[in-house]
């Protein structure tokens, strides 16, 4: 053939395809092998001629030598009526006889042997299909009368093994000389393979109209030459308004408002897909997504065109872009670090610039870890990542340059993201608070550490008299347990009724002086057993002033006993809110409150937008506000700081804020953002370390007593200002009296060991009696008690030891006195008594504690009492209740500043029986060598009047 009439160049020349072509090539040994050839273009985008051309071909040789065969056999019969062997699977039937000859390959075709048939018609029409049968003798019966001019037809023949095959039958008749039919002639050709294709053509058109009647998208199938649309389904007519037989009429680039690119599209003739914009019949003009996939139908080159409406895509794609920016920005303005992951694999997917800063890797080395790489525990030992924990209050990580550091971690719940499970955590390094807690920690260990293991009571009241602490000592002392005492009342707990106005008298005064006092009261123990206690108070203030606690340390000295005491202080700092946020428009307008800003001001989201800024900051913050966050915005800054805000209630706290703006691609301002958090917490523990340590030191170098620490190799580390003031020239002693080497290796304590110091030398309880009351008249003397108790530490090794000392001078000079003056003051006590007795005025005496040391039996009498029961009780037993806190006041008022003999008429006295009764009352104060207080009072009844 000719080059130029080739199809390939035409269609590279022209643009156009082409269908079966039929050539015939000349193969080398003269046969001719008859092709049939289809070709259509491939188009690039910036070109308007095809680049390339695809042909196919198909071997047709087989068809074009059966129908020459056909019509050969038709006009000349074959010698002696049989076909000849040769490549086609003809047969040749008798009419008259039935005889029927057929080719080898036709028995072949059907699994037989040659000549395995009988040369007979009934060979063939037995072996048709029963469902076959009847059509087949319809067609052979048709063409013998005449009515078509070849019988063709399509049947199924049983082959030897049963099963069918598809035969394609075409056969001619040959007339006799009269005019009539004498024999046929045909060929079988096994389609069974063609066949099974064909019906996949015929389901797969099924399956077409099918897809087109339910696709959603619409679709058009378009003629790839002329550009008319051939077909469409019915969601074309649906998204362009146009009726089926509209759109028949229409070419494809006419529904486009950008028909040049809707036919470089089809000018492709590939598989491709853009996005342009179509026009519907009332006008409107929406984005589609157009995608054309080229195929032959017939002999046509056929493209179908997919067209999506995008209109709803895009404006989803652009909201998710603006959440995209607002969330990016968001994100990346946090103070905190904060960490995307997936929580199934643990991998990294997103993190902050703070989280960069923060662990010193790069945006990029972070998306390649997992968690449990900047983790410093055992992943063992690690909680797992989940939804469930909210809040982790201690994680040990790491940096990348090693440093490992503890944070505080805060989930929230999975969410779905691309098809993964992601978990966003947000992280706070808080070395500096660990910091603080364990400095705090240290101290209070320290300060806990002695109270406990000191002999003494301890005991800290709140200003209302409740008990805020109490040690272990005093509690075994008086047979309570913690949970019974604490919060409890002091004084209707442990005092006796009788002493109790004395002890809150006692109180007041420390209240008025904030001096330190000394004073000896009753315990009673939870048995009813009585503990005379000598306490040493003082009243603690706060910063500003006002009384924050009674503290008050007491030894035992009924039983001479001291006990381990226990301090117990619990103070906590925990900050676990998350950070609040906050949007508005460049209006003020408020957009947008996560539930972090509503507890951190204590209102709902509906009372902040009724609300104005000027309703949430004080003035002094709306200055800082106005100035210089405004310059910050402007300048394309943002700006952070602390700030002051008003809670519901009106009340005042501090926070840190963040202040940042998102702005649109020329930097206009499109809305602002704060975060914030609440810094009250930072605030006031700096405060309370400041307060603690204060109050450490106040107990530790106030106590009445002396104390000292020695490590685990008995040396001296520690001792408070009583201590260093006593043995500031008594280096020598203080070394001895402290040592602790015994208590250090045999890990027991050592109680009631006296030393006494003086200017030249020392004596210890050792010492003969002689010696000693020879060393109490010298002058400068210092009486010691000392106790040493070992120190263990959380592990139970002894650590080192505490030693106390208290000054026993009074006491030991108390009793030498007392016992001096007993044969002198016998013979006056025989005197007194006698004028006690005789005497029928009522006659008492009082101590500086007002307390009955005597009463004669005209007194008792007077009030129903026996003396005996009168002696060591408080005055008050005998005044109404109505009146114990002005007669304590009056007495003391008589005892302290009144010198002159007082004369009271007409005072209220209470009989044991509950009766009133009035008295004239003499008071007279006396004055002892030891510089102690009486009141000697004489008493009479007031005839005049008697109430009751």
Not at 459 to 469: E, Q
Not at 557 to 563: D, F, G, I, L, S
Request: hydrophobic content about 35%; glycine content about 4%; proline content about 3%.
């Amino acid at each position: 053939f000719p080059t130029e009439t080739h199809p390939a160049i035409c269609t590279l020349r022209t643009g156009q395809s082409y269908a079966d072509v039929v050539i015939g090539i000349v193969k080398p040994d003269e046969s001719v092998l008859w092709i049939r050839i289809h070709s259509y273009p491939l188009w690039r985008d910036d070109v308007m001629t095809p680049y390339a051309v695809v042909i196919s071909f198909s071997d047709i040789t087989q068809y074009k030598e059966t129908e020459h065969a056909l019509r050969k056999t038709a006009d000349s019969p074959s010698e002696g009526g049989r076909i000849t062997d040769n490549n086609y699977d003809l047969w040749d039937w008798d009419l008259v006889t039935n005889e029927m000859h057929f080719s080898r390959r036709w028995e072949q075709m059907l699994g037989f042997e040659e000549h395995e048939l009988s040369a007979h018609v009934d060979s063939w029409h037995k072996r048709i299909h029963p469902e076959d049968d009847k059509q087949v003798m319809k067609d052979i019966q048709n063409h013998l009368e005449g009515t078509t001019p070849v019988c063709e037809n399509k049947h199924r023949l049983q082959h030897k093994d049963g099963s069918y095959r598809w035969i394609l039958s075409r056969a001619v008749m040959v007339l006799d000389s009269s005019g009539k039919p004498h024999r046929m002639v045909g060929t079988h050709i096994d389609m069974t393979d063609s066949h099974g294709i064909e019906e996949e053509l015929n389901e797969a058109e099924k399956k077409y109209q099918q897809l087109m009647a339910i696709q959603s998208d619409a679709i058009f199938m378009v003629d790839a030459q002329t550009f008319t649309i051939l077909d469409v389904n019915k969601a074309t007519t649906h998204l362009y308004g146009y009726s089926r037989h509209q759109l028949l009429k229409f070419k494809t680039v006419e529904l486009s408002v950008q028909p040049d690119k809707m036919l470089q599209l089809i000018k492709k003739g590939m598989k491709s897909t853009v996005m342009l914009y179509h026009k519907k019949q009332n006008g409107t003009v929406f984005p589609a997504e157009v995608t054309a996939s080229p195929f032959l139908y017939q002999g046509k080159q056929i493209l179908m065109v997919a067209v999506r409406d995008i209109s709803d895509r895009q404006q989803i794609e652009t909201a998710l872009w603006e959440n995209e920016s607002k969330y990016r920005q968001l994100f990346e303005a946090t103070s905190n670090p904060t960490v995307v992951f997936d929580a199934n694999t643990q991998h990294v997917f997103d993190v902050n610039q703070a989280a960069v800063d923060l662990y010193g890797y790069t945006k990029e080395e972070w998306l390649l870890l997992k968690t449990e790489e900047v983790s410093a525990e055992a992943v063992k030992k690690r909680g797992a990542f989940s939804a469930s924990k909210r809040v982790i209050p201690l994680r040990w990580h790491k940096k990348k340059d090693g440093t490992v550091f503890p944070v505080e971690m805060s989930t929230g719940n999975t969410y779905l993201f691309h098809g993964r499970s992601l978990v966003c955590a947000t992280l706070r390094d808080i070395t500096e608070r660990k910091a603080y807690e364990e400095a705090l920690r240290q101290e209070k260990d320290f300060i806990n550490s002695l109270v406990q293991t000191s002999p003494a009571f301890f005991v800290a009241l709140n200003p209302d008299g409740t008990i805020r602490m109490i040690n272990q000592s005093m509690l075994q002392a008086t047979e309570y347990s913690l949970e019974e005492v604490i919060n409890s009342d002091f004084l209707t707990t442990f005092i006796p009724k009788q002493e109790r106005p004395l002890v809150s008298t006692e109180f007041n005064t420390l209240i008025q002086s904030m001096l330190p006092s000394l004073m000896e009261y009753h315990l009673l123990s939870k048995s009813g057993n009585p503990l005379l206690v000598e306490w040493h108070s003082r009243a603690v203030v706060k910063g500003e002033g006002a009384l924050d606690y009674f503290f008050g340390v007491g030894i035992d000295v009924t039983e001479r006993r001291k006990a381990q005491g226990h301090l117990r202080l619990f103070k906590s700092i925990i900050e676990t809110s998350q950070e609040a946020i906050v949007v508005r428009n460049t209006a003020g307008q408020l957009v947008y409150v996560n539930p972090a800003y509503e507890r951190l001001f204590g209102r709902s989201s509906k009372e902040i937008k009724k609300l104005n800024v000027s309703d949430l900051y004080p003035s002094d913050s709306l200055e800082m506000l106005e100035q210089e966050v405004k310059e910050a915005l402007a300048s394309g800054d943002s700006w952070q700081g602390e700030l002051e805000v008003f809670y519901k209630d009106n009340s005042v706290f501090p926070i840190w804020q963040r202040v940042d703006a998102v702005r649109d691609a020329k930097g206009k301002i499109l809305f602002n953002f704060s975060l914030m958090h609440d810094i009250s917490e930072r605030h006031r523990m700096w405060e309370t370390v400041r307060k603690q340590w204060q109050e450490y030191q106040v107990i530790f170098h106030k106590l009445p007593a002396m104390i000292w620490y020695r490590d685990h190799e008995n040396r001296l580390l520690r001792q408070n200002q009583h201590a260093e003031d006593i043995f500031k020239q008594y280096q020598k002693e203080l070394e001895d009296y402290t040592d602790c080497q015994e208590v250090l290796q045999s890990g027991q304590p050592q109680t009631g060991i006296v030393h006494c110091l003086k200017h030249e030398n020392t004596v210890d309880e050792s010492s003969s009696a002689q010696n000693a009351e020879q060393t109490l008249e010298q002058a400068s003397l210092r009486w010691l008690q000392f106790d040493k108790m070992p120190y263990q530490d959380e592990q139970g090794n002894i650590s080192g030891a505490i030693v106390f000392a208290i000054d026993i001078t009074e006491y030991k000079q108390s009793s030498n006195s007392g016992n001096a003056s007993l044969e002198s003051d016998h013979e006056d006590d025989a005197l007194l008594s006698s004028v006690f007795e005789a005497s029928k005025l009522g006659l008492c005496l009082t101590d500086d504690r007002g307390r009955f040391l005597k009463v004669n039996q005209a007194y008792a009498d007077l009030y129903g009492y026996r003396p005996e029961e009168l002696v060591g009780q408080p005055f008050t037993i005998v005044r109404p209740t109505a009146v114990y806190d002005e007669a304590v006041r009056e007495y003391y008022s008589l005892l302290t500043t009144q010198d002159e003999p007082v004369f009271v008429q007409g005072q209220k006295e209470q009989h044991r029986n509950g009766q009133l009764f009035e008295v004239q009352i003499m008071i007279n104060k006396v004055i002892l060598a030891d510089k102690r207080r009486l009141l000697v009072s004489i008493v009479s009844m007031n005839m005049s009047v008697k109430c009751h």
